[in-house]
């Protein structure tokens, strides 16, 4: 089965502070996701890596970075946490495929508050 | 844009009662669809799945969905809820693409 860890399942950070937010799965899988996840938002796609050192913005990437040095991990970077970063972060892995009909693979979440 | 709208924010069911939470999507092309579940405190697990063929897909846990291509719907139905069904459900639509469009999420609470 699948493993995708998030590092932490809280983090309380303060403004302005760098924040690493790690993510690492087990079965090789080229994709691999960020998303925030916030009430009445459902899941928002922050940014996507499709291969080592390969990444793509998704739809709200200001004020994050990403880093995907091996393959199985992937982490997520906020430059300097702002309290409107305050929420749910979920990382997720897929296979590419040949149409993107590969289903995602969650990890359990890091549930950031910035005070 | 591509979409993905769930209807129902929050629904509270008796156990035994039949369950229907809407997903209506805007994109005319191809698509492959999914239900997701969260469970309290647990990670997003994948429900069921279509891409193609019969436009009837049955998952865990006894939920099935179909695709109704021309109300651009994939609905997800189950006949009986128990407690333990009590969960956020998000509807998500790939057209091909990397990029998942997931709905708000419905908040289903059943009564024991």
């Known amino acids: 089965d699948v493993k995708v860890t998030q590092s932490s399942r809280y983090l309380v950070k303060r403004t302005g502070e760098k924040v690493f937010l790690e993510c690492v799965q087990d079965m090789d899988h080229e994709n691999m996701f960020w998303y925030r996840q916030d009430p009445g938002l459902g899941l928002r796609l922050i940014y996507f890596?499709?291969?080592?050192?390969?990444?793509e913005k998704g739809d709200i990437p200001e004020g994050y970075s990403v880093s995907r040095e091996k393959k199985e991990r992937f982490s997520l970077i906020l430059e300097s946490a702002s309290t409107n970063q305050t929420s749910m972060y979920l990382c997720?892995?897929?296979?590419?495929?040949?149409?993107?009909?590969?289903?995602?693979?969650f990890g359990n979440g890091t549930r950031l508050t910035v005070t | 844009a591509q979409s993905v709208s769930q209807h129902n924010h929050h629904v509270i069911l008796s156990e035994a009662a039949s369950l229907e939470l809407g997903c209506n999507y805007s994109y005319g092309g191809t698509v492959n669809l999914f239900w997701y579940v969260q469970y309290p405190g647990q990670h997003l697990q994948l429900l069921l799945k279509y891409f193609s063929g019969d436009p009837l897909v049955k998952g865990i846990k006894g939920f099935e969905a179909e695709f109704i291509k021309s109300k651009f719907s994939f609905n997800l139905r189950k006949p009986s809820v128990q407690w333990s069904d009590t969960a956020e459900y998000f509807c998500a639509v790939n057209s091909g693409t990397y990029k998942y469009i997931f709905g708000t999420g419905t908040r289903l609470k059943v009564l024991a």
């Open positions: 997720a892995s897929s296979l590419r495929g040949s149409s993107y009909n590969s289903p995602l693979h």
């Open positions: 890596s499709y291969d080592v050192k390969m990444k």
